[in-house]
């Protein structure tokens, strides 16, 4: 069975420093990585996706995450935080490639960025 | 495109009645999602359909919950009786399963509140 685990439900960045979110995954199979964005009042919407090929993947907004197989993590980074970051950011894994499988999305991280 | 559309946004409803939740997926995707999202509970994989067939409902937590959907472009997610526990936000998303990468495009979501 997969699952998700995100280490901190809150963190707190200054504007301009680095954001770091974490996010380790258990999969039976090479999986399929994401995170989402979730702002306030708003559904989730695609950051950045790690299916296969290049392992430093580069999203929208700065972001970026790399998948690290034998940590079995899929951290989320920003060298440089800004105001409009704060929101709530979710990792998710799948199975992959062959045929569709359900995402199983962690609890969540609220990422509060302080002026 | 529009995008996953739902409807209503908002819904105030009195314990007992009958709630009925709308979802439009995008065109062209073969499968819908519908999620639950609390503080307590984060967010839950309620049911999800291919080619309008549910393939899974274990997360739909009662009898009281019912989806359908009727055609490849609609959905409605009922709840007949509603409790006060019920309330939450109620998510849509779709995807396309043979791009094989199972990103998924969400919904703004349904803020549902029973009195």
């Known amino acids: 069975a997969q699952s998700v685990t995100q280490l901190g439900s809150h963190v707190s960045v200054s504007e301009g420093a680095l954001v770091l979110l974490r996010c380790n995954y258990s999969s039976s199979v090479p999986p399929y990585l994401f995170w989402y964005v979730q702002y306030p009042n708003q559904g989730l919407q695609l950051l950045l996706k790690y299916t296969t090929g290049a392992t430093l993947v580069k999203g929208i907004n700065g972001f970026e995450a790399e998948f690290k197989k034998s940590e079995t993590s899929f951290h989320l980074t920003k060298p440089s935080a800004h105001m409009s970051d704060a929101a709530e950011y979710f990792c998710a894994v799948s199975r992959g490639p062959t045929s569709y499988d359900k995402v199983i999305f962690g609890p969540g991280t609220s990422l509060s960025v302080i002026p | 495109d529009a995008g996953v559309i739902q409807s209503p946004r908002h819904e105030v409803t009195e314990m007992g009645q009958e709630v009925t939740l709308r979802c439009k997926p995008i065109?062209?995707?073969?499968?819908l999602f519908w999620y639950r999202q609390t503080m307590m509970r984060g967010l839950e994989l309620l049911i999800y359909?291919?080619?309008?067939?549910?393939?899974?409902d274990s997360g739909m937590p009662e009898d009281r919950f019912s989806a359908k959907m009727p055609n490849a472009s609609f959905s409605t997610l009922k709840i007949q009786p509603s409790e006060p526990r019920d309330s939450a936000v109620y998510f849509c998303?779709?995807?396309?399963?043979?791009?094989?990468?199972?990103?998924?495009?969400f919904g703004p979501g349904t803020r549902l509140t029973v009195l």
């Open positions: 998303a779709s995807t396309q399963g043979g791009q094989g990468d199972n990103e998924q495009f």
């Open positions: 359909f291919n080619n309008n067939v549910p393939i899974d």
């Open positions: 065109s062209g995707h073969d499968y």
